[in-house]
């Protein structure tokens, strides 16, 4: 957390690193790391840490929200809108992403007469 909030991220890596080596199976270990690589600009190596903290954590709201922001920032707005919603399912107090969702649920699902 130290090295994060310097921007030292390539260190935040290598730490991160040694903690996953030590325990895989910390979701939130892999979500941090996912965190460091969106800042390093790698929305692929943030997007595969994402995929592997929900593996291991399915209710891993942060990591369903940034899934939500990684594919709305490459233009998959239908799926985004299912990772905020699956974030609204486990933590309905999300209010930033009720936002979203009721921003978006109409431009995907179409609005009702």
Same mark, same amino acid.
């Given at each position: 957390?130290?090295?994060?909030?310097?921007?030292?991220?390539p260190?935040?890596?290598?730490l991160?690193?040694?903690?996953?080596?030590?325990?895989?199976?910390?979701?939130?270990a892999?979500?941090?790391r996912?965190?460091?690589?969106?800042?390093? !600009? =790698?929305?692929?190596? #943030?997007?595969?840490?994402?995929?592997?903290? &929900?593996? +291991?954590? /399915?209710?891993?709201?942060?990591?369903?929200?940034?899934?939500?922001?990684i594919?709305?920032?490459s !233009? =998959?707005?239908?799926? #985004?809108?299912?990772a905020?919603?699956?974030? &609204?399912? +486990?933590? /309905?107090?999300?209010?930033?992403?009720?936002?979203?969702?009721?921003r978006?649920?109409?431009?995907? !699902?179409?609005?009702?007469?």
């Amino acid at each position: 957390a130290e090295a994060f909030g310097k921007k030292d991220f390539p260190l935040s890596i290598e730490l991160i690193d040694r903690v996953l080596a030590l325990q895989p199976n910390w979701a939130e270990a892999w979500y941090k790391r996912a965190t460091v690589f969106y800042q390093l !600009d =790698d929305p692929v190596g #943030a997007m595969a840490d994402l995929h592997r903290a &929900l593996k +291991i954590e /399915p209710r891993h709201f942060n990591a369903w929200t940034g899934l939500g922001h990684i594919l709305m920032a490459s !233009d =998959d707005k239908a799926r #985004a809108l299912q990772a905020y919603r699956k974030v &609204l399912e +486990i933590n /309905p107090q999300m209010d930033d992403v009720k936002t979203i969702v009721t921003r978006l649920a109409p431009e995907i !699902d179409g609005q009702d007469l």
